[in-house]
Each structure stands twice: as structure tokens, then as C-alpha cells.
Nanobody
Framework: QVQLVESGGGLVEAGGSLGLSCAASRVIFSIDAMGWYRQAPGEQRDMVANISPDGTTNYADSVKGRFTISRDNAKNTVYLLMNNLKPEDTAVYYC??????????WGRGTQVTVSS
């Protein structure tokens, strides 16, 4: 099955920027949609952004205008550029992907902490 590994998390001050990346390996069938989710302690996991193979994107209202999702299909990699970060963006960020057979895969998550 597909394996996903996130990287780029860390600590940043409010108003700063941070970039995340997620690389898929063990890909047997082509990757369809890819996306980012986040979960803060005691809260549910919510969609942040997703992107289709043709580049169509969707964003949560809370991040629209601040975050940008992109992908490199040749590298099976998805990125998330986070600008103007706020303390409420603090969460574990998870990469997700779906292959053309409809099978979902999740990364283990990377911590993003935004200080006030």
C-alpha cells in the first residue's frame, strides 16, 4: 500500500510562514487526490486543503488566502505553504492521498506550533 511521510513541521511565531511537504512511496496505482488535514488536542481532524491531479484546489475557510497547496505528480509529492500563521493554526498536520482504486492512505503527522 501507499506510504506517506510528512516533513517541514516546527515552531514559528505568529505572522510567520512554514512549508510542509509529503512524499508518497510504494505507489503501485496512480495517486488521485491529495490533501492536508489537521488535528489540535481534544478536537476532531479537519480538512485544511486538497488538490486533484489536474490542479483543482479546495481550502477550508479558516485558511483560505493564507495557505497554498500544490503538488508534483512526477514526484508523487504534495506541498502546503502556510503564510501569516496564527496561534489557532497550531495542530498536528496529516498528509492524505487516494489512489485511482479509491484506497486512502495517511501519513503519521507533523507538529506545527505557532506562538503568539
Amino acid at each position: 500500500q501507499v506510504q506517506l511521510v510528512e516533513s517541514g513541521g516546527g515552531l514559528v511565531e505568529a505572522g510567520g510562514s512554514l512549508g510542509l511537504s509529503c512524499a508518497a512511496s510504494r505507489v503501485i496505482f496512480s495517486i488521485d487526490a491529495m490533501g492536508w488535514y489537521r488535528q489540535a488536542p481534544g478536537e476532531q481532524r479537519d480538512m485544511v486543503a486538497n488538490i486533484s491531479p489536474d490542479g483543482t484546489t479546495n481550502y477550508a475557510d479558516s485558511v483560505k488566502g493564507r495557505f497554498t497547496i500544490s503538488r508534483d505528480n512526477a514526484k508523487n509529492t504534495v506541498y502546503l505553504l502556510m503564510n501569516n500563521l496564527k496561534p489557532e493554526d497550531t495542530a498536528v498536520y496529516y498528509c492524505a492521498a487516494r489512489d485511482v482504486l479509491g484506497r486512502n492512505a495517511w501519513g503519521r503527522g507533523t507538529q506545527v506550533t505557532v506562538s503568539s
